[in-house]
């Protein structure tokens, strides 16, 4: 049987949508790292009665642990370890050594802000994150809010703060507490899989789950998600270690019916497949030439650390006057084919290569909308070229559907597919 | 007294971290509009009981409609239509007539794979998704995916597919139904205001709300939510119509206390306002010449629809080589410098105006990391310069705490209100 738990974010501005939460995802990562069950996350606002509400519907879900995000913070409407001190039927009580590590936390950070600071308020405010629920184990902050583990009726309550920088080291010091490693000794260890395709539609997926099945695949102890993400197919799987044979004759009647469009069996992302593929060895470097993903697309070749090694640059050719000075794009091309058309994309992409001096090119030109259109180009018109330096080519052009956003975010995913086709040596 | 609803959204993926949510915050800010207080968001896997649980905690809260996304497609884990008829006491019935109006889209669909198709699967998947609770209201499929209106014991259930494209269009129709009004009859309408500050330290705002209560400032009947977002303050404000002169002698203490640091008071983002004022008239161009943020600031600049007007484009300049070639920083100054240097992000900006002859330019170079600090330069040291051709020029050297894709994201903030300033003419 293993451990289970629920997720409490708190705040109004993540209720309100004003801002999106990035810590109950995290959350639930290292959950099921840890082979815990995570039944709920529940997002509240900054009202006690509500957060109070939350806490009790998690408990009599019979989760062991609860893990609360958010209201630690120095201010007024920063309620939540009032609340789970109430919750678990304990006082609060100031502890003086922690108010005194706050003050020096606070000391240091003030050197940064030029402006007056209000003494007294921030002197209230470091009284008030010091004030900790009887018997509670203290976590030490890194920001200004220490976290809290709080054990309560039958359910211990792990207490941290919002910001993810903060709330992320915390959780890594809270596992080497006493109090959490026993409200979390249930836990087993659950394997996670994820296999990534890149094209067939999600129907298909379903069918290939209900042929297997037929063919006696054992399938009942495999918990299978399956789901749309920019453009791809993510197959995520949950399973008790025991249950390996199966997930192994699963993935083989996927790979049987999908071997082609499956690009990742280990969970790896098309972002860390090239940037392997690149560093090679031998290292083989890229440069981009983008207009409708206006800087997106190197962004995106650049998120990950370590990309200085292949990444040599990009050119956001907006205007037709960038692409002809910049990318080198004869404008007798654009006054021929128009901007967005496949000849200027192969133009893009060997304008990329030769001016940044790059092994591999990619060019992409397109209409994002949600202006643009015309009956032969409507919105969603994107021209891709993935090219290597005086050798093979891939081409796209291709009708996205959805927003600007999502035209420009799943032209990049695009991109690197083909990109990693051309780095396999699978042009065609 | 203002309605209530409660969120409640579906999808393993979703609760296990896998893809973010982006269909809550957005149903929060349309509750908002009309008036709607949301109580919580659930979020739950593709299990029937916690689906069930959940619905039956909104509904004890005593919420008014409960929303559902997710969980309609057309695979054995979508489960919600079901969960929601039993919750609501309602037999699950084939409607004919919608099966045939969803088979007529699939088919419509079907001409983009060119792989082979399942008949039987594709069949009864559409069969599936025409099996509605009796009684409830059908909303049109925006893709494949009808949704419904379910009326239950005390309780309206709104039950929404999961893409975000879907669920949007279908939310707008949903308004128009006889059911879903009748839900939201006692629906007020509520105000909000933003204002949004670059500068001050949070516990500074704290500071002014005491300071405005004590001189006097009537804040009981706001619901005021202040956060920290992307090295921006942002004070939320949300307040029954009757209160608008306490918002008003709020939001002219605030002003008071830090005028110079509030550059927005109706919920403007830095981006629409840099967009407003490019677009002048006279419409003046912008480009980027950037390092770290590796095409992100051309990204940003880009997102807004119509941005061609005024971004003419950027050079992503990874590499030294590409400074020098491609935005013409002299290699000199590179070497003796450093091309972290408030010199190079002068170059990098002149060299934008200069390859792409744009009004304005945009410098940047940085340490993003985690590799690449030094001593002297640590990981988020960032160098910006933002420069009028042959006039004004506003320079930063920042120390930007948090991790490579924090450290990217403020530098394009910060770029942001620095050509604000410039814009404005306020460079010195």
Not at 119 to 139: F, H, Y
Not at 146 to 173: F, N
Not at 241 to 267: M, Q, S
Not at 347 to 364: F, S, T, W
Request: charged letters at 25%; glycine letters at 12%; one cysteine or more.
């Amino acid at each position: 049987m293993s451990a289970r738990a629920g997720i409490v974010i708190t705040g109004t501005e993540v209720l309100s949508g004003i801002i999106s939460d990035r810590n109950g995802p995290w959350l639930a990562g290292r959950l099921r790292e840890r082979g815990v069950h995570l039944a709920h996350t529940t997002i509240v606002g900054d009202r006690p009665s509500d957060l109070r509400a939350a806490l009790e519907f998690q408990a009599r879900e019979g989760v062991d642990v609860i893990i609360t995000s958010g209201g630690l913070g120095p201010t007024a409407d920063d309620l939540t370890a009032d609340v789970v001190a109430e919750f678990a039927g304990r006082e609060m009580q100031l502890d003086e050594a922690l108010e005194r590590r706050i003050a020096a936390i606070l000391e240091r950070l003030r050197a940064r802000w030029r402006g007056e600071i209000d003494e007294d308020a921030m002197r209230e405010g470091t009284r008030k994150q010091a004030m900790v629920p009887a018997g509670a184990t203290v976590l030490e902050p890194v920001g200004t809010a220490p976290g809290l583990v709080v054990p309560a009726d039958g359910v211990t309550v792990l207490v941290l703060p919002g910001p993810p920088g903060e709330l992320q080291p915390m959780w890594r010091s809270a596992l080497e507490t006493d109090a959490l490693q026993a409200a979390l000794a249930g836990a087993g260890v659950l394997e996670q899989r994820i296999l990534r395709l890149f094209g067939p539609p999600e129907s298909e997926i379903a069918k290939t789950l209900r042929v297997a099945e037929s063919d006696g695949v054992p399938l009942d102890r495999l918990e299978i998600t399956t789901c749309l993400r920019r453009g791809e197919i993510e197959i995520a799987t949950v399973f008790e270690p025991d249950a390996t044979d199966d997930y192994a004759a699963f993935e083989a009647a996927v790979l049987e019916r999908h071997g082609a469009t499956v690009f990742a069996r280990d969970g790896e992302t098309i972002d860390e497949l090239v940037a392997a593929a690149l560093l090679g060895p031998p290292v083989r470097t890229v440069a981009v030439a983008e207009s409708c993903t206006g800087g997106l697309m190197a962004g995106r070749l650049t998120d990950l650390a370590g990309s200085s090694a292949y990444v040599l640059g990009g050119l956001t050719v907006y205007s037709n006057e960038a692409k002809a000075s910049l990318a080198g794009v004869d404008p007798e091309l654009i006054a021929r084919h128009g901007a967005v058309s496949p000849e200027v994309a192969v133009a893009l992409a060997d304008g990329a290569i030769a001016r940044l001096g790059a092994d591999l090119g990619i060019g992409i030109t397109g209409i994002a909308g949600p202006g643009g259109g015309s009956e032969e180009k409507p919105v969603g018109t994107v021209c891709l070229s993935v090219a290597e330096r005086g050798g093979a080519r891939v081409d796209r052009m291709l009708q996205l559907p959805g927003s600007r956003a999502m035209v420009r975010e799943r032209t990049t995913t695009v991109a690197l597919h083909l990109l990693r086709r051309l780095l396999d040596g699978r042009a065609a």
